[in-house]
């Protein structure tokens, strides 16, 4: 029989701070950082029965070790979640998070669940990309994709070919300003609300508190990231200044139905529009946002002209810059990742994608003129995903702007 599909909302959406690799997390566990994220997720929630949660998906690039086995069931188990509450693991490399919540939305639209955790986590110090798997051989041999495809670094350099007026002296400047963004948004209070303190341990240093991301960088200066070494090519363009370093952390979103939100008293910070996801040559991974946005908007009904808020994945700094010229937008466009990005705040691969949907919701917040938003991000093995995102709080302005 036909079925009438319903509102999926972004009800809210936490993470632990972002840790650097072999840094505040070393000695913690992968799962532990999970777990304190659906905990916190239902304690910020307390009119949410947990008996009412249909559905945990939770996302790791390296399903190995403490990341490993069926993670959205056991991480549900020790949370205290009923055991009536299932849960499975996904993966979809740098856009999990962003994947286990369209999972998610899609069931809740087709009415298989009322209300779904959705989230990721990567603990790269631990697990290193790639760890204990084994590509069939056929996709270099026959030549499926070029062994550059397989290093994430060499992607952005190729991303570079491709797009020449995408300077180095651009990329550093932008990477600059996300670590300043990213300082301000501290320095005004708009990144702790989302932010779930974690206990941390060291044989050396002994207990600890880790409240804010690690890999910040606010004194990066154009001059500073001038000297260092490019890796992935000689005389290259891509640093490890601009670009997302090897990170840990772990971020839980919740989703519902928007009745089933209203009749349990939950905040509604987004409406979910449509998404999408594409393949792109994976030598050029860095460029999937455009597709992927192309499709959204064209599922949408809208054009890029109808967004007024920007979250995109600063994996590179070229990756953004290049999304921002296909589309006409400037370097520097305050519409773009207003609280800064990855390049300052860390990139725990499969966590991500509930971190720009985090930024995204405290965006509409705080512009009702701005109707749609979006998320978006590159994905490695040449992939994009966008998904786009209704304001709740929209107000219109008196131009009669829908942006």
């Not at 509102?7 to 072999?22: N, Q, S, W």
């Not at 979103?253 to 009745?259: G, K, M, R, S, T």
């Not at 009749?263 to 030598?283: C, D, I, Q």
């Not at 990855?342 to 509409?364: D, E, K, T």
């Amino acid at each position: 029989m036909p079925r009438q599909l319903r509102e999926v909302v972004f009800v809210d959406g936490v993470r632990t701070p972002f840790g650097k690799a072999k840094g505040q997390y070393a000695e913690t566990r992968a799962d532990d950082l999970v777990i304190k994220c659906i905990t916190d997720l239902m304690r910020r929630n307390p009119s949410l029965p947990p008996e009412r949660v249909d559905e945990v998906a939770l996302a790791a690039t390296t399903q190995i070790g403490d990341q490993g086995l069926t993670l959205g069931r056991t991480a549900a188990l020790l949370s205290g979640l009923p055991q009536s509450v299932p849960g499975y693991s996904i993966d979809r490399m740098c856009a999990g998070a962003m994947t286990a919540v369209t999972n998610v939305a899609s069931g809740i639209a087709f009415g298989a669940y009322d209300v779904a955790i959705a989230g990721g986590v990567e603990h790269m110090g631990r697990h290193p990309m790639g760890e204990g798997v084994d590509p069939n051989p056929r996709i270099l041999s026959e030549r499926i994709v070029n062994p550059d495809a397989l290093v994430m670094g060499k992607t952005a350099e190729n991303l570079h070919d491709r797009f020449p007026t995408i300077t180095k002296q651009r990329v550093d400047a932008y990477a600059v300003r996300s670590q300043q963004k990213t300082k301000a948004a501290y320095d005004n209070g708009l990144i702790q609300p989302d932010l779930v303190p974690v206990a941390t341990r060291s044989a050396d240093a002994g207990w600890g508190l880790a409240t804010m991301d690690e890999p910040m960088r606010p004194e990066t200066t154009l001059e500073s990231l001038a000297s260092l070494k490019t890796p992935f090519r000689s005389h290259g363009n891509v640093t490890a200044g601009n670009a997302a370093g090897i990170n840990d952390g772990a971020t839980a979103a919740l989703l519902a139905d928007e009745e089933t939100a209203r009749e349990l008293g939950l905040p509604v910070k987004m409406r979910l529009v449509t998404y999408a996801f594409v393949g792109v040559e994976p030598e050029v991974m860095g460029a999937g946002p455009i597709p992927a946005t192309e499709k959204a908007l064209r599922l949408a009904g809208l054009t890029i002209d109808d967004i007024g808020a920007f979250e995109v994945n600063e994996a590179f700094a070229v990756q953004v810059l290049a999304f921002l010229e296909h589309y006409g937008i400037a370097d520097d466009d305050p519409r773009v990742n207003p609280y800064g990005g990855a390049i300052a705040m860390g990139h725990p691969l499969a966590s991500s994608g509930v971190r720009l949907m985090n930024q995204l919701a405290r965006a509409f917040e705080a512009q009702p003129d701005v109707r749609y938003g979006l998320t978006t991000m590159c994905i490695g093995i040449g992939m994009g995903g966008t998904v786009i995102w209704e304001n709740p709080h929209y107000t219109g302005d008196s131009d009669g702007d829908t942006k």
